[in-house]
């Protein structure tokens, strides 16, 4: 019997999913996977190494805060491909909610806060969210300059 071919969708067709479990040094791998993308698209350098630093921060969050590097927890990276845009979405399984209070960076005591920061900074959108079921979500945007 012939198997069938399941539909997808115009946006499933120009995404792709990475999957990477909650241990740091994997954040690497959706960094580079990225910045394949943004390759592709026609990013000019600067902005690739712009989305290469917010994605590695993004997974190290989700990694260290929102799975507490637990390693039989993943973190899943969504790359959605647009004709002017490229998506980002980084989701944990939020063994750890995100703070009602964003640490300001730069604090003498710890030198945390830097992450939201910068991922703030270098993407054109972005919006943090928790999940009703549970796990954290940040959604990121950088715009295509032709």
């Known amino acids: 019997m012939k198997e069938r071919i399941p539909v997808v969708t115009e946006e499933q067709a120009r995404s792709v999913a990475v999957h990477i479990p909650s241990e ?22 600067d902005r690739i190494q712009d989305l290469k630093t917010a994605v590695s921060e993004a997974c190290m969050n989700a990694i260290e805060h929102g799975n507490q590097a637990d390693a039989g927890t993943q973190v899943v990276v969504v790359l959605t491909l647009e004709p002017e845009r490229l998506e980002v979405n980084v989701a944990d399984e939020g ?13 003498p005591e ?37």
């Open 24 to 45: 740091l040094g994997y954040e690497k791998v959706a960094m580079e996977a990225a910045a394949a993308a943004a390759k592709r698209m026609g990013f000019s350098p």
């Open 110 to 146: 710890d030198h945390r806060g830097w992450g939201m920061f910068l991922i703030r900074h270098l993407m054109d959108e972005v919006e943090f969210s928790t999940e009703p079921h549970g796990g954290n979500q940040v959604k990121m945007v950088i715009y295509l300059d032709k």
């Open 95 to 107: 063994r750890q909610p995100l703070p009602l209070k964003v640490p300001e960076p730069g604090r």
